[in-house]
């Protein structure tokens, strides 16, 4: 006996993985027996994988940018753009200074965050969840000093829960620090972590080495500098 | 401004990748992703950061979808009446699979708009149903029935 053929939704589940063990036990074993089931599994394949293979939409085959500002307004210049320096509208031209109300701030501030949350996924993203930093790591971070840590593993454990905890107090003061400051910073932040994730590359074929180690930490502690001046703006 | 246009050119593939999956034409696409970003100026400030900022943006674009769809579907309906009548000729070979492809998008685009939304996020744009579910604020069996709903539609419409 075969047993009741399973229905199109738990082939379907069958077929995504979502199925707990006993389950997929006894429609493993029931499609080896029913061609009726097997030639539907594969109906439900041939369905997924049309769809898996309809392409990406990709960008958009023109810069939508204009007509979006357009209509929302047009205060101040457009950012120079992967095509090239973007043209200044005429209303930007005429409305230069931008908003001043307390909702456009509530508003930049909003936006600034997201970026920062963009960045700082990076970190959360290297695997989170280090123990603490020593004591002490920031009066020679700031001297210039190197540590003297001897794996990419330590340095990462002296520094990467002082940027976190930096990062989070960045986020907190994003109202403070305003768009401008932060889009800037974000630049910077992504050029500093590019070359950290460069030199980690280069630790991996080369572990222990003393340049590369120096080189890691050089690179976490400016961007402990950066987070620390971006932490401290408008704080008295 | 420079705010919106930064977030703007971070996210405009992924907005314009959802539309554009939602809706069979190129052209309406571009016009729902710049609806998509009118519609998060407005309603950016009322981000409470109590999701990722890309669900909420997800949840807004496929807002901006679905309601551009009431009244799309009874229009396009009655057109489709009067066009049965010529029935196009037979694809050459050569053209079989671009004429699957647009006939598969086809049909996406004829589900109701959730079934829509919720095979787009999960099968196309590979979210999970609990993912799903925080988009479009249904609960994740919610999302699990849509989905069946869509894919069986699907399949009776296009696999030979």
Known sequence: MNGPHPTWERLYAYRDAELDDPERRRIEAHIRRCTTCRGRLAEARALTRRLEALERPGRPGRDLWPGIEGRVGAPGPRLVTDEGPARESPAGREKAGGRSSGAGRRWLAAAAAILFLAGGGLLATRGGGLPGSRGGDDALATRGVSTGLATAAAVERAYRPRLARLQRRVEERSEEIGFDLAASAERDLKAIRSATEEVRSALEASAGSPELLAELEERYRRELWLLRRLAAVGST | MRALEALYRTHVERVYGLCRRMVADEARAEELTQDTWVRVWESLESFRFDSAFGTWLYRVATNV???????????????????????????????????????????????????????????????????VARILKMAEGTSRAHLFFARERLRRTVVP
Do not use: K, M, Y
Not at chain 2, 102 to 117: K, M, N, S, V
């Open chain 2, 65 to 131: 979808v679905l309601q551009s769809e009431r009244g799309r579907r009874r229009r396009r309906r009655r057109r489709e009446d009067l066009d049965r009548s010529a029935a196009p000729p037979a694809p050459r070979a050569a053209e079989r699979g671009a004429v699957d492809r647009i006939a598969l998008e086809r049909a996406i685009a004829d589900l109701p708009p959730r079934a829509r939304a919720v095979l787009v996020l999960h099968d196309l744009e590979g979210h999970t149903h609990a993912e």
